[in-house]
């Protein structure tokens, strides 16, 4: 089975910088969990991507990804790019009601119908004796503004599930005025779109 190496990558809020305060943010269950992660432990009916934000933000419209990076059998590289779209069944907000907090808003997000069966094809492709076992799978969230960001933290979660075992936080409370300076601030974090 392959292993998964699950970066963590918060899209256009870090500007694609690996950054030790972001690495902060991540808990040790997190990273244990996947660095034992197989292509079998996701499920793609079930996966989910769960960000929680201040209430003066939000995800942008098609702007929360999953990216699988991987080897072909020829020796090159792949990258699959999948766009997740809004989840809006109460019952999936319901499971994540130990994540909310006062002045943040949660949302959830799925592959649709098309990437799920996707993402079914290429994990029968990377099934095959003869693919490379190295994936690498980076979850991402591009935020927009709704109201003023002022000057208060801009605390950000973002979570994961891959299974029916629940989700799991991949960064928590990571501020993004920690991690992106705060005249690119404005450029990395528009204004929404109505």
């Known amino acids: 089975m392959s292993r998964i190496g699950l970066i963590i990558a918060l899209a256009s809020l870090l500007g694609g910088c690996a950054s030790v305060q972001m690495m902060s943010h991540v808990p040790i269950s997190t990273m244990s969990r996947l660095v ?18 201040p209430t003066a933000l939000e995800p942008r419209r098609q702007g929360v990804k999953v990216k699988i990076d991987r080897r072909t059998s020829e020796g090159g590289k792949r990258v699959d790019e999948f766009v997740l779209e809004p989840v809006t069944q109460a019952g999936e907000l319901l499971i994540l009601s130990k994540y909310q907090r006062a002045g943040t808003r949660l949302s959830v997000f799925r592959l649709s119908s098309a990437d799920t069966d996707r993402l079914r094809r290429i994990m029968i492709e990377m099934a095959a004796p003869s693919s490379p076992s190295k994936v690498k799978i980076t979850a991402g969230v591009d935020a927009c503004y709704r109201s003023p960001l002022g000057s208060a933290p801009l605390p950000t979660t973002t979570l994961l599930r891959t299974n029916e075992s629940g989700y799991f936080v991949l960064a928590e409370d990571l501020d993004l005025r920690s991690i992106v300076l705060e005249a690119d601030l404005a450029a990395k974090v528009p204004p929404c779109v109505p």
Do not use: H, Y
């Open 36 to 53: 034992s992660m197989t292509m079998a432990d996701i499920d793609p009916e079930q996966l989910r991507v769960a960000a929680r934000l």
